[in-house]
């Protein structure tokens, strides 16, 4: 959840209780408070960016919370109850059938019917395009006549009012050509049509009306198009999941298959969210970046988004290329100590420290994942149009370092946290790599930087104790050490891919990876469904904090990673485990976080109400987990791929196909007893070692 949505301060007044079945009231039963953020984690999401769509599992859209249909931040849609006879159908099944649209079965009994069973079937379809299908079977032995009803209304609120609880009130509708309309302040509007035309349209009741006849076994139809008037702001271009002009898709067809059928749920769920979550700017048109998560953050290219472009790079390097350009046209020009920098949000960054700052994020990230970019086959020209953007990233991140190398975020006077310090490594070390492939001066002195950092790292944010030692959370401006464990200490064992196709050095010692390893196998930060964002024991765990005890899936992924990466694979197959049995109860759609409860036999990952799903880094963080299994180091400059699979082969045989590398498929099937072969790949791809 993004904590910058605003809270609305309207209450009820003192003494003057809401009525019990108005928002308010309904609201308060329910133990939420007027203008807190509506729950999300009993709802079904469809999303198509920039479309939206929010329902319950009953499948009526009743104006409850965060119910309706959206298009570019806006609700179109709040209401739309189905009834036939005056009666709602019973829905026995709502579904998420695909990541833009969601599916509810519903029966009736119609009069007459003999016993219990129902004669009537009632089958709603509703899109992320603005689209719902209904359909009516009958199953009865005679003739149906059926009055058929829809109970619409939008509020036309922007989709942050409505997080934030300040839903507007109901507008008055119109009749409109098939349908109904409604007009906003504003000057914008939404319309609903309907095919078959209604019998009647009521526009004081939002109400529209069919008498349908069913014969005996027949089937009839009503088609929905929800559309709104947003020409002052239609930033996004739809589709982008889909297509990106001449190139193709911007993400592949990736698929995977073997002897645990998870894992292919889980990779192609993975990434037909990360399809959904696209966006394009019009203006821009190859600037395609994935919005960080639906409902909350689906605007501009963020930290998340890079982080999520960085762990697909499996599926082409046409994402992270995309999000770099608009990550880069933020960038501070001018000549103050910003100067290189990318804007971004603070977020809270948990117990004992201030909030974290979204931007010294990116901009960290920006060169390191550019050369990773690179390694999985970059085109040489976007390639050499980005490097500038990376060169002043790193311009920025000498600037910024104190005099012992470490980097302060938020700002100067700001504390000395270890995961800022691992993102600032990481730029030193792939940032040489990428001024050395592009012939630029300057790798040898960040080489020589990156070296002092990792002394200074190991010397002074390692405690040692009776325990094995732990590293520090943060060093604060006066010094003090914060010992608080969590799961950011996966981001210490996140090393990069270097040249040559190999994991770049780290900031811990041998001896330090190993204890490191140890504590993230542990029961204090492993929940069996993933890390803790702190430590179960530490001062100040939350098991629902954001940053202070609940799982973030993706910090999960890059442990298992790292930590196949760095030979210890039996605490990486844990994870990894633990992680695809959180996804499946899931519906293999991962949230961003869900609670740090510990697991016990027969139990289930507890959601997070507030966590975005689908969310970019969690749907990527099953991409990058999964392809950890196989260990691609790819050098697509050098036309050389390595495979250091998971030897333990924690899932059994396991075939990844559809991957990109250097720009072409690459498929790689690892078998049983860890071995990996390669099955398909660009002509005159070597094999590395």
């Known amino acids: 959840m993004d904590p910058s949505v605003p809270a609305l301060a309207t209450v009820p007044a003192a003494g003057r209780p809401a009525a019990p079945h108005s928002a308010a009231g309904l609201a308060a039963q329910r133990g939420v408070r007027p203008g807190e953020p509506p729950a999300l984690h009993g709802k079904l999401v469809g999303v198509a960016l920039p479309w939206l769509v929010v329902c319950a599992e009953h499948g009526q859209l009743t104006g409850d919370g965060l119910d309706g249909i959206y298009h570019a931040g806006r609700r179109l849609l709040r209401r739309c109850v189905l009834r036939i006879y005056g009666r709602e159908p019973v829905v026995v099944q709502g579904r998420l059938a695909a990541a833009d649209q969601v599916r509810f079965v519903g029966v009736l009994r119609t009069p007459g019917d003999p016993g219990p069973d129902p004669g009537l079937t009632v089958e709603r379809v509703r899109r992320a395009d603005g689209t719902e299908r209904i359909t009516l079977r009958s199953s009865a032995t005679r003739p149906l006549r059926l009055p058929v009803e ?5 509020d036309l609120t922007d989709l942050g009012a409505v997080a934030a609880g300040r839903p ?4 008055s509708a119109a009749v409109h050509a098939a349908g109904l309309r409604w007009s906003g302040s504003d000057g914008r509007d939404a319309t609903v049509t309907a095919d078959p035309p209604p019998t009647d349209a009521l526009a004081v009741a939002g109400l529209l009306r069919w008498d349908l006849e069913l014969a005996p076994g027949a089937i009839r139809t009503i088609e929905l198009r929800i559309r709104g008037d947003h020409s002052a702001d239609r930033r996004s271009e739809p589709g982008a999941g889909s297509a990106a002009g001449p190139g193709g ?5 990736a698929r995977a298959e073997g002897d645990d059928s998870r894992v292919a749920a889980l990779l192609r769920t993975s990434v037909d969210d990360l399809r959904a979550l696209l966006l394009r700017d019009r203006a821009r048109p190859a600037e395609v970046h994935a919005a960080a998560g639906v409902p909350w953050r689906c605007g501009p290219a963020t930290a998340e988004s890079l982080w999520a472009a960085r762990m697909a790079l499996p599926l082409g390097a046409r994402l992270a290329a995309g999000t770099l350009r608009a990550l880069a046209g933020t960038q501070r020009d001018g000549d103050g100590p910003d100067r290189g920098r990318i804007p971004g949000a603070l977020r809270d960054a948990g117990p004992g420290l201030p909030p974290r700052c979204t931007g010294i994020e990116a901009t960290l990230a920006f060169p390191a994942v550019l050369a990773e970019a690179a390694r999985w086959g970059l085109p040489e020209q976007e390639l050499a149009e980005l490097l500038p953007a990376a060169e002043r990233c790193l311009d920025w991140l000498r600037a910024a370092a104190d005099a ?11 504390p000395r946290r270890a995961e800022t310090q691992a993102h600032a490594h990481r730029a030193a ?14 790798a040898a002195e960040w080489r020589e930087r990156a070296a002092a950092l990792r002394y200074r790292f190991r010397r002074d944010f390692w405690r040692e104790d009776l325990g094995g030692g732990r590293p520090l959370a943060a060093r604060l401006p006066d010094g003090t050490a914060l010992p608080l ?3 950011w200490a996966a981001h210490l064992l996140d090393t990069g891919l270097a040249s040559g196709g190999r994991p770049a050095p780290g900031l811990l010692d041998k001896q330090q990876t190993d204890q490191l ?9 492993d929940t069996g469904w993933g890390l803790r964002g702190l430590g179960a024991k530490e001062p100040g765990h939350n098991p629902f904090g954001h940053r202070s005890g609940a799982v973030r899936v993706h910090e999960t992924a890059v442990a298992v990673a790292g930590l196949a990466a760095a030979g210890h694979e039996r605490e990486a197959a844990a994870l990894l485990k633990g992680l695809l049995d959180a996804a499946e109860a899931f519906g293999f759609r991962l949230p961003e976080m869900y609670a740090g409860e510990q697991r016990t036999a027969g139990a289930a990952p507890v959601p997070h109400p507030a966590a975005c799903r689908p969310a970019a880094v969690a749907a990527a963080a099953g991409v990058h987990a999964l392809v950890a299994l196989a260990g691609i180091r790819p050098d697509a400059p050098g036309r050389t791929v390595a495979l250091h699979p998971v030897r333990s ?6 075939l990844l196909a559809g991957l990109r590398v250097a720009g072409e498929p690459f498929a790689v099937r690892i078998g049983r007893l860890g071995t990996a072969i390669v099955e398909e790949a660009a002509d005159g791809l070597q094999l590395g070692v």
Do not use: I, K, N
């Not at 082969?649 to 396991?654: K, L, R, S």
């Open 429 to 442: 070390v792939l940032g040489a790599d990428l001024l050395e492939l592009c012939g630029r001066p300057g």
């Open 485 to 487: 464990l969590g799961s």
């Open 649 to 654: 082969a924690p899932v059994g045989a396991v």
């Open 150 to 154: 829809l109970a619409l209304g939008t």
């Open 404 to 414: 012992d190398g470490f980097v302060p975020d938020p700002g100067p006077a700001g």
């Open 517 to 525: 390893a140890r504590l993230l196998g542990g029961p204090a930060l």
């Open 168 to 171: 507007g009130p109901e507008l």
């Open 249 to 253: 898709q911007v993400l592949a067809e």
